[in-house]
Nanobody, 120 residues
Framework: LQLVESGGGLVQPGGSLRLSCVASEFTFRHYAMNWVRQAPGKGLEWVSAITDLGGSTSYVDSVKVRFTISRDNAKNTLYLQMNSLKLEDTAVYYC??????????????WGKGTLVTVSI
């Protein structure tokens, strides 16, 4: 099973980035997917989740309105559109596979992450 993130980079406050996560070697459309981040020197923070068919999403309060999670099951790809980025959004962002189709279940596989740096 593979999850490969891309799209990270350096952006100024107020800017935007779109992260992608390409999944392989499992039936992508059967599972909820998540984005989790880890800021420098801090623990893991769950950011967002989307159900298997994309019908429901959830976000941590700090990113609501600014971030949008989506997926394309035909392309086995998960996205995170990040707008109005803030300094505190700086982190390594990981894509994580859910253990079932719904959001409320755990995560069992993770990608290697992509670094997002928000800096003046």
């Amino acid at each position: 099973l593979q999850l490969v993130e891309s799209g990270g980079g350096l952006v100024q406050p107020g800017g935007s980035l779109r992260l992608s996560c390409v999944a392989s070697e499992f039936t992508f459309r059967h599972y909820a997917m998540n984005w989790v981040r880890q800021a420098p020197g801090k623990g893991l923070e769950w950011v967002s989740a989307i159900t298997d068919l994309g019908g429901s999403t959830s976000y941590v309060d700090s990113v609501k309105v600014r971030f949008t999670i989506s997926r394309d099951n035909a392309k086995n790809t998960l996205y995170l559109q990040m707008n109005s980025l803030k300094l505190e959004d700086t982190a390594v962002y990981y894509c994580a596979k859910g253990t079932a189709g719904g959001i409320a279940f755990g995560m069992d596989y993770w990608g290697k992450g992509t670094l997002v740096t928000v800096s003046i």
